[in-house]
Structure formats: C-alpha cells, structure tokens
C-alpha cells in the first residue's frame, strides 16, 4: 500500500514521482519561475529519518557517494524535456486525470499522469509525429501506453514530444 506520509517516500521511485508532479505544479502557476531545494544530497542513509532522504542524490555515507537518485534523473529529464518552454498550461483536467503542455519555439511537450491509485485512461489528440519518453527520459513505444486509442495514465508522469526532439547530453569526448 502507498505511504501517506508525504514526507517520507518511502522509497527513490515515489520520491521522484512527487518531485515532478510538484515541480510541474510551480511551473504552471509560475510561483516566481524559482525552485528551491531543501537537500540536495540526503542527509544520510537512514531511510527511516524522514529529513535524511530529502536529496537527489545520495549522502558521503552511501555505498556510492553522491551517486545520483531517481529523483535527479527525473529533473534532468524534466529540464531537457521542457528545456526552451515559454509557457506551461494544464490541457485537460478531467476528473483526476492531467495533461499539461509546454510550449517552446521548435517542440510541444505533455506530461501526462493521475492522481488516481487505479490506472486511467484518457484521450487526446497530439497531432502527427509524436514520440514518448518515460519519468526518467527514455523514449517508449506508443503500445507501451495506448489501450483502445486512449493513453494509460499512472500516478508516474510520462511525455509526449511533438516537433524537434530534445537531443541527448553530448559527453567530453563528444565535445572536445
């Protein structure tokens, strides 16, 4: 059963959900257009102290320090996703079930998810073109998320990508 306790997560794969979802919210009601962290890295690796695995990455004590959480690879895929957006606004709210669309010059990005415990259904029309990328960024199948011409939505946001697709991080050796 899911923890209640918003507080503690219970685990990294919950903790990145909220994240997101979170962050989604401040970009649509542009709460200053600023986000701050509390933590960066956790406090430690006890996950029973609720203030010790606020971070997205992991603490000095872990097994791999600073190693990053799914926390942080789900902002670095929100960042890259939404990267160039000049707006964001909730597309379709309907009855527990959210798609909100960023808007920049070259693509549209919507996120997609429910609040609902069960899995949902919805339908939209995204146009021609489209690709899909999970919570952490990597590109899906349609089939993945379509039941009968709608899409399937859990409480874990996916994307849908009209228009330029955001390119990959280029590494050292790719840029020197």
Same mark, same amino acid.
């Given at each position: 059963?899911?923890?209640?306790?918003?507080?503690?997560?219970? #685990?990294?794969?919950?903790?990145?959900?909220?994240?997101?979802?979170?962050?989604?919210?401040?970009?649509?009601?542009?709460?200053?257009?600023?986000?701050?962290?509390?933590?960066?890295?956790?406090?430690?690796?006890?996950?029973?102290?609720?203030?010790?695995?606020?971070? +997205?990455?992991?603490?000095?004590?872990?097994?791999?320090?600073?190693?990053?959480?799914?926390?942080?690879?789900?902002?670095?895929?929100? #960042?890259?996703?939404?990267?160039?957006? +000049?707006?964001?606004?909730?597309?379709? #709210?309907?009855?527990?079930?959210?798609?909100?669309?960023?808007?920049?010059?070259?693509?549209?990005?919507?996120?997609?998810?429910?609040?609902?415990?069960?899995?949902?259904?919805?339908?939209?029309?995204?146009?021609?073109?489209?690709?899909?990328?999970?919570?952490?960024?990597?590109?899906?199948?349609?089939?993945?998320?379509?039941? #009968?011409?709608?899409?399937?939505?859990?409480?874990?946001?996916?994307?849908? +990508?009209?228009?330029?697709?955001?390119?990959? +991080?280029?590494?050292?050796?790719?840029?020197?």
């Amino acid at each position: 059963s899911r923890n209640n306790d918003f507080l503690n997560c219970k #685990n990294e794969y919950d903790q990145a959900i909220w994240l997101i979802r979170g962050l989604n919210q401040i970009k649509l009601n542009n709460i200053n257009n600023k986000v701050w962290f509390y933590d960066f890295a956790d406090d430690g690796d006890r996950i029973n102290e609720k203030e010790h695995c606020f971070g +997205v990455v992991h603490s000095t004590t872990n097994e791999v320090p600073y190693s990053a959480k799914y926390a942080y690879l789900s902002l670095a895929a929100f #960042n890259k996703l939404t990267e160039g957006a +000049v707006s964001a606004e909730e597309v379709k #709210n309907d009855a527990y079930k959210f798609i909100t669309k960023y808007h920049s010059e070259n693509r549209d990005t919507y996120m997609l998810w429910t609040t609902k415990s069960a899995e949902q259904t919805i339908s939209y029309n995204f146009g021609a073109n489209v690709k899909y990328y999970d919570l952490l960024g990597n590109e899906i199948p349609e089939s993945e998320i379509m039941t #009968n011409g709608n899409y399937r939505l859990t409480c874990e946001p996916y994307y849908a +990508v009209t228009g330029e697709q955001p390119t990959a +991080v280029k590494s050292d050796e790719q840029t020197a």
